[in-house]
Nanobody, 121 residues
């Protein structure tokens, strides 16, 4: 069993900042990647940013230059620093990860329950 728990969402004004945190816990042999997707009603869940455990990041073009993803491998934790927030960033943000167990060489995908980010005046 693996659980991903997000925190740090909330209400912020346009131009403001938030930092999201996701912690993975449970039966974890190693982590291939962790990151963030977001979803608004009527749209598909979309990539925000991912990072591998060797530090290779991948950002959606909509957040490049504004958001920064980082990780603390020792704590099985990933962060998303969100700056210069815009109303269109409003969404539920979901943590996701590909995690190896001791019994398989194929990583399994997990999702958190999500945290709401609202950018509004």
């Amino acid at each position: 069993q693996v659980h991903l728990v997000e925190s740090g969402g909330g209400l912020v004004q346009p131009g403001g900042s938030l930092r999201l945190t996701c912690v993975a816990s449970g039966t974890i042999f190693s982590i291939y990647s962790m990151g963030w997707y977001r979803q608004v009603p009527g749209n598909e869940r979309a990539l925000v940013a991912m990072i591998t455990e060797v530090g290779i990041p991948n950002y959606d073009d909509s957040v490049k230059g504004r958001f920064t993803i980082s990780r603390d491998s020792a704590k099985n934790t990933v962060y998303l620093q969100m700056n210069e927030l815009k109303p269109e960033d409003t969404a539920v943000y979901y943590c996701t990860s590909y995690i190896y167990s001791a019994s398989s060489s194929i990583p399994r995908n997990y999702w958190g329950q999500g945290t709401q980010v609202t950018v509004s005046s």
